[in-house]
């Protein structure tokens, strides 16, 4: 109870101070002087008035219905978790990284690089037994390559030139090549188990319509067999 009435107070108390304050500074002299602390008075009033409400409006606001970081919901799945964890970081640094670095051709590879690198993860989080395929790439030739572009845009940024400068981004330049084609076969190799199953069923079906007359090679037979 107490509590409120120091609230409701607070205007009176504030009202008060500007009268003193009034009385030493200003002078007054005249009626036009009353009105005019009259009614800086009550623009006081309700400034200190509107304060206090709203401060005991947000104290009166269950915790639960303050703003909270988002959180992503998880898979069930750590691996998968993580998977998708360490995709969304490796995709915004590529991108960050084509935003500072004005080279076209490197944002080319760039782009590449990580167009690659989204399918090389989206691949895994579907078949998360595949991870071991990746193990290099995730804990080497990815962290690696992020590593190489930052240089180049650190050596970039600060317009000077020099032997170890120039010498390092061109370093960087050559080596870019080989990194996206070594990206572009990391994923080509994960579908290599896929591409045997579709070979052999392939084989499977082909044989089986063979012999049910329902090539043209089979059909062909069957007429014969018939006439």
Known sequence: MSRDNNKSAAPIY?????????????????????ILLVLSSLILYNIVTNAGLKKVRRKQQPEKQRAEPEKKASTGNEQVDKLIKDRDLAVKEMRRLDDNIKDEKISRQINDLEATTQKIFDY????PDKVGQ?????????????????????????GVEGENITGTMQKVED???????????????????EAIDVSADITVMENLM??????DDG?????????
């Open 219 to 227: 059909l062909g037979r069957y007429n014969i067999t018939q006439e």
């Open 210 to 215: 063979k012999n049910e007359g329902l090539t």
């Open 134 to 158: 990746i193990s290099k790439f995730l804990n080497y030739y990815l962290p690696t390559t992020l590593k190489l572009l930052n240089t180049y845009d650190r050596m970039g940024a600060r």
């Open 175 to 193: 080596t870019l090549e080989m990194v996206v084609n070594a990206f572009h076969k990391q994923l080509d190799t994960l579908f290599a188990g």
């Open 124 to 127: 895994v989080i579907v078949h």
């Open 14 to 34: 504030a009202v008060a101070a500007l009268w003193v304050l009034w009385m030493i500074l200003f002078p007054l002299y005249s009626l036009g002087h009353y």
